[in-house]
């Protein structure tokens, strides 16, 4: 059974930064690549960026520049470090790990 669990949503000013964190629990986390997601209300779930088992990063176009994706292997864990967040980036953010386990999500609310 795998579990992952995410926190470090909440609401921030538009302009701020947030970091979120998702910690992998019930199998090796270097099995996997890891990725980010969001939802806004009414739209579907987008890709916001993955991390490779070696490191490599991709990112959705809104995110390149102002997120940074990064993992701890010694944690088990994944990071989304998010600066420059604007009203549109309102969603609830969920961890993915190999495209096919899902965190509950974690809520980031941008007041304008």
């Known amino acids: 059974q795998v579990q992952l669990v995410e926190s470090g949503g909440g609401l921030v000013q538009a302009g701020g930064s947030l970091k979120l964190s998702c910690v992998v629990f019930g199998r090796s986390f270097s099995d996997y690549v890891m990725g980010w997601f969001r939802q806004a209300p009414g739209k579907e779930r987008e890709l916001v960026a993955l991390?490779?088992?070696?490191?490599?990063?991709d990112y959705a176009d809104f995110a390149q520049g102002r997120f940074t994706i990064s993992r701890d292997s010694a944690e088990n864990r994944v990071y989304l470090l998010m600066n420059g967040l604007t009203f549109e980036d309102t969603a609830v953010y969920y961890c993915n790990a190999g495209g096919i386990h899902w965190g509950q999500g974690t809520q980031v609310t941008v007041s304008s």
């Open positions: 991390v490779s088992r070696l490191g490599r990063h």
